[in-house]
């Protein structure tokens, strides 16, 4: 019996933590949303810092949990502590070096062409370049990726200090589609189809509605802002209306028991 009463205790105090927890957070989510964003765009950021410091451990594990969620190109990303902040393919047409004219002297990119055809090959050497003293070292995540989590962030910011002195509307779901997806998806698919139907022959017809081209870093950085902005715009707001609904019970229940703080 004694063990029946100790479980119920337990039970109910377990209960109570985790009703007080959810009810923190419906508090509190958008912080907890803002620190989440601000550590997963801000590790991509130290990864190079880290190698520019001979920490080359510690910023090869961070390139290594970001490999699944990023292409990590050398070619469509960042750099930090090199001669300059992008190296695009020539293709991009840029007024920055292209990553063709350091090619053959990283090793990474021994015996692939340069040729932009023949773009399969210079894939996977150009996921594993991480830079070296000349180039700078590049982020973990690529320019566009980068953009959207940053604007992501930025976003969240400015809707935390809006929130609380005007009722901010979400962005219709047609706007998301025109603003925020579709220049994104316009950027993205046509470069991608572009150069599949150059690598590959059975898809050479993209071609004669894609024609071969390279992303610069600035409509990867600008499509991605974009994104990033409207869906922090198009989800927040309704979040927050949903989150100050289950706020409201759950400070409700707490009270009900007396053990709201």
Known sequence: MAENKNTSVQTGRLSLAIDRAVYWFT???????????????GLPLLAPVLMQAGATGPARMIYTVYSPFCHQMASRSFFLFGDQYAYPRDLAGTDLAPIEAYMPEIPEFAGI????????????????????????????????????????????????????????KPLPVWAFIVFGLGPIALDGFSQLFSQYGVALQPLSFFNAIFPLRESSPFMRTLTGAMFGISLVWLTYPHIEASMKQSSSSYREKLEQEGSLN
């Open 27 to 41: 508090r509190h989510w958008l912080a907890v949303f803002n620190a989440a964003i601000a550590v997963y765009v």
């Open 113 to 168: 062409s340069p040729d932009v055809e023949e773009w399969v090959s210079f894939l996977l050497p150009a996921r594993r370049f991480v830079g070296n003293e000349q180039m700078g070292y590049k982020t973990a995540l690529c320019e566009r990726d980068m953009a959207i989590y940053g604007f992501v962030l930025i976003a969240g910011l400015l809707y935390g200090l809006l929130r609380g002195r005007y009722n901010v």
